[in-house]
């Protein structure tokens, strides 16, 4: 089992940048697929980002390919998302989640991962 706990959320302007860090604790991150995951008030919760267990394969949303990017350090156990060019769409509570099926490629499904942060708060100004 292992345990995530979200970091770096704030508030920023549109256009402005945010990393947020996902630091686990208990089994080591290397045995899952990561992800990145978001729901903003009144929806469901939505993909945002993937990474397989050593980094070769990152998968993005559409509506934040080429702003956000996704990464890992196995070594540190955690997981960061750096987001460039904030939109006011992108508010939102952002979670990082876990998914013990090394044998896929990062899914978009929320109920693919089993494991999940607190969540952290992500609003844009506009």
């Known amino acids: 089992q292992v345990h995530l706990l979200e970091s770096g959320g704030g508030l920023v302007q549109a256009g402005g940048s945010l990393t947020l860090s996902c630091a686990a604790s208990?089994?080591?991150?290397?045995?899952?697929?990561m992800g990145w995951f978001r729901q903003a008030a009144g929806k469901e919760r939505e993909f945002v980002a993937g990474?397989?267990?050593?980094?070769?394969?990152?998968y993005y949303a559409d509506s934040v390919k080429g702003r956000f990017t996704i990464s890992r350090d196995n070594g540190k156990n955690t997981v960061d998302l750096l987001m460039n060019n904030l939109k006011f769409e992108d508010t939102a509570v952002y979670y990082c989640?876990?998914?013990?099926?090394?044998?896929?490629?990062?899914?978009?499904?929320?109920?693919?991962?089993?494991?999940w942060g607190q969540g952290t708060q992500v609003t844009v100004s506009s």
């Open positions: 989640a876990a998914d013990p099926d090394v044998s896929s490629i990062p899914r978009v499904q929320v109920n693919a991962y089993d494991y």
């Open positions: 990474v397989n267990r050593f980094s070769s394969i990152t």
């Open positions: 208990g089994r080591p991150l290397s045995h899952y697929i």
